[in-house]
Structure formats: C-alpha cells, structure tokens
C-alpha cells in the first residue's frame, strides 16, 4: 500500500497523524492560499482541495491530504497574520469574542479516482486581554490562524471550546479517519 502524503508542512498536522498510529510522509504544497468563496467552511475546504490536488498531480499513484484552516468572527474570516501588526489587530478582533474555527480535509488519490472533501467546525471564546499581554501574543503565533496556538501550553487565550480540539489545531481527525476509511487506505 503506499504511504500517505500529508501536503503541508505544519507540525502540529504532523504530530496529530502520528498520535493516530497513521504512517505519512510530508510534501508540501506551494498553492496560492486565496479562496475565491466567502463562506469559511467554503474557504478551508477549496484551499485544502487544492494544498492536495497540486501535490497529487506530482504524485498520482499516492493518496494525499490537504488541510487549511480559518478563524471566522464578526464577519471576517481571519487566516495567518503577515507580521506583528496584522497578528495584533486579529488579537484585537478576537479578544473577549466567541469565534468559529474551521479546518477543511480533502484526500486526492488520483490513481484510485478518489477526490473527498469536507469541513467541521470548532467555536472557540477567547479570554479579554489587556493591551500587554495581546502585544506579547501578537509576537509568537504568525504561522496560524487567528495568530493564537490552543495546543501551546503558554498561550492561554482560548478559554472556553465546543467542538473537536484537533479541529481547531488544524487537522479534524474524524474527517481524515472517515476519507482514509472510504478510500481504503490502510
């Protein structure tokens, strides 16, 4: 059987497969990450479909995952930060409010004729802040959505989740087990 190709370079997608006993090995994609939707469940899925579909092209004899995710509240969908700036105003925009984190999966497996995609959801409340400590965040997190990370143990801005965890780390696991399952990949 080959070996899954997880197309992103995101350690925590990484850590999470190999927490599931699931064999990968890591080709990322090199996409343009902008959605032509406005919809985040629309965004995280098409932005994954395509992280997959361009690794998949180079490698259509491998099943291939792609994964994106975005922070969506008051009416914005939020993705990375491109410096201490942006991440500042985001932390802003976030600070105190409940948010949706959406993560889309897609498995692209051309040889198999596989193509399956689909989003889950997470809301998340973030704690009120003061000034100081959204300046100090503002400097650690630009590599993900909404510039905060739940799985470090030193950032402490989500205080309250209703939904998967692994969906706001940025790989829902039910969705890659279910895609693995009905694409027979072992």
Request: some cysteine; proline content about 4%.
């Amino acid at each position: 059987m080959k070996t899954l190709i997880l197309a992103s370079k995101s350690p925590r997608r990484r850590e999470l497969l190999a927490e599931a006993g699931i064999r990968h090995r890591v080709v990322p994609s090199r996409i343009d990450e902008t959605s032509s939707y406005r919809r985040p469940d629309l965004v995280v899925r098409e932005l994954a479909y395509k992280k997959a579909l361009s690794v998949a092209l180079k490698h259509p004899g491998s099943p291939v995952l792609g994964s994106d995710t975005v922070v969506y509240c008051k009416g914005e969908v939020i993705g990375k930060p491109d410096g201490h700036r942006h991440a500042l105003r985001l932390l802003r925009l976030l600070n105190g409010s409940w948010q949706a984190v959406h993560t889309g999966v897609a498995l692209v497996w051309l040889e198999k004729g596989v193509f399956l995609a689909g989003s889950d959801v997470t809301r998340c409340k973030a704690r009120r802040l003061p000034e100081t400590e959204l300046k100090a965040l503002a400097s650690k997190h630009h590599d993900k959505a909404g510039a905060y990370a739940v799985q470090d143990k030193d950032d402490k801005f989500i205080e309250r989740m209703e939904g998967r965890y692994d969906t706001v780390v940025g790989l829902s696991m039910n969705l890659v087990r279910r895609f693995l399952k009905k694409a027979k990949v072992n």
